[in-house]
């Protein structure tokens, strides 16, 4: 790559921005960024306008030859591209409340990412994110896709199987936020800790804990179980794990899966917060208008603290040390979205998993992990299942696929539920849903 790089953010006017912004500028001695081109919809004007503002004032407040670019053009944005980064919403976010309140009135767990939630939010992002691909193959073939936008490992599937873009990579905040977890728990700083990761996105364990290279595993889980403690997620109800549990599972479970261990709790949960405080993307809605009113501040030229509220922290540091390991060939190791490759024995080597890799300037090189536990992997399996089912029936738009992936998602109740929620959810969804038409 040649010097000034040029980076094109589509979703640009997301909270999650300055967030991005900040992790450049901090880089900046190592990515020497000439561009970064903020492209949204019409309809995210006001969101972008203001972000972009913000981005301009952090660039200024940095003192660095970074341009800011705003532009509903994507095609414009791409030309040349080097890295792309996607984290876009399809319907924003009264688009996720409907995924999230329409299953509730099936018995079933409402979320954006996992169970019939998880599954539209799914048949509505995998088209848009192949014209992307289409796109980037005509006017930056040489460019990298990094995908941050959710469900993150059923969109790098997508990418893998259906398009021809090689350099995709899919990334989440989980991972960074279980390795911080471990550290705080062990009283250590996070570099002196190595964590085996396996499995798919949010659905991904910690499988092995290492502290200056000893085998600490055993010691986590017990500290876990004695102390109590939990490593979870902001954006997701912290419920207990029963201690025998989690001590003869052996490893730390992502907080998403919950929904599949605690399904009834977390059920119960989600009724009970959706009755008193709304559902998940009613209060990212209200901390949503904070943060956008705190943006619009003309002396604001920073991030300000109250973005990770939004659930989006480290965001920064894994897409910004992602693309730096990348553009610098660091040859570090990141837990990250890629094709398998044979590091998962029970995955097909074709399909999309989240493993440990070198990140290396030809892309991740995953570790290998070997067979899943016998404990893990028909549910990991499963769900590998669903996700590429769900694809299939996002591609084609043909409504038997669509209900067979919803069936045969684990937290779908019955075949005559998942008919009864498919059925409303794509007259809720149908604006963005033309492939079903």
Request: proline share 4%; with cysteine; glycine share 8%.
């Amino acid at each position: 790559m040649v010097e000034g790089i040029k980076i094109v953010t589509i979703g640009g006017g997301s909270s999650y921005t300055p967030e991005l912004i900040e992790g450049f500028i901090n880089r900046y001695d190592e990515l020497p960024i000439k561009e970064i081109w903020l492209v949204d919809i019409e309809k995210g004007r006001e969101k972008l306008n203001i972000i972009g503002e913000l981005a301009k004032r952090m660039v200024e407040q940095a003192k660095l030859p970074i341009n800011i670019h705003l532009t509903f053009d994507r095609e414009e944005a791409l030309k040349n591209a080097d890295f792309v980064t996607t984290q876009f919403r399809i319907g924003q976010l009264d688009a996720r409340e409907k995924d999230e309140k329409i299953p509730l009135k099936y018995n079933t767990i409402g979320q954006e990412t996992n169970g019939p939630g998880g599954l539209f939010k799914g048949l509505r992002t995998v088209p848009v994110i192949l014209e992307i691909c289409s796109d980037m193959e005509r006017l930056c073939p040489d460019a990298w896709l990094i995908n941050f936008t959710n469900p993150a490992g059923m969109i790098t599937e997508a990418v893998l199987r259906y398009s021809n873009i090689k350099k995709v990579v899919g990334l989440c905040n989980g991972p960074i936020g279980i390795e911080k977890g471990i550290a705080e728990l062990l009283e250590v700083d996070k570099d002196e800790i190595f964590v085996e990761f396996t499995g798919l996105n949010h659905m991904v364990f910690a499988k092995k804990i290492y502290l200056r290279g000893k085998d600490v595993t055993k010691e986590v889980m017990e500290k876990m179980v004695s102390q109590e403690e939990s490593i979870g997620l902001k954006n997701i109800e912290e419920i207990g794990w029963e201690p025998e549990f989690l001590k003869k599972l052996g490893m730390i479970p992502i907080g998403y899966l919950r929904y599949y261990y605690q399904t009834s709790r977390m059920l119960a949960e989600q009724k009970k917060s959706c009755e008193h405080e709304g559902t998940r993307a009613e209060v990212v809605k209200k901390v949503e208008k904070d943060l956008f009113e705190l943006y619009k501040d003309p002396n604001l030229s920073v991030k300000p603290k109250e973005l990770e509220q939004r659930g989006g922290a480290y965001y920064s540091e894994a897409a910004c040390n992602l693309i730096n390991s990348i553009y610098n060939d660091k040859r570090d190791i990141q837990t990250v979205n890629t094709r398998n490759n044979g590091a998962i024995l029970d995955i097909d080597p074709n399909s999309a998993v989240e493993v440990n890799c070198v990140i290396t300037s030809h892309g991740p090189i995953p570790l290998t992990t070997g067979e899943l536990p016998i404990s893990i992997k028909g549910l990991v399996q499963q769900i590998k299942s669903f996700e590429r089912t769900a694809i299939e029936a996002a591609v084609t738009g043909d409504y038997d696929t669509a209900l067979l992936a919803m069936t045969i998602n684990p937290l779908v109740n019955s075949d005559t539920d998942a008919k009864h929620m498919l059925d409303e959810l794509l007259e809720a969804h149908k604006e963005f849903l033309p492939q079903f038409k």
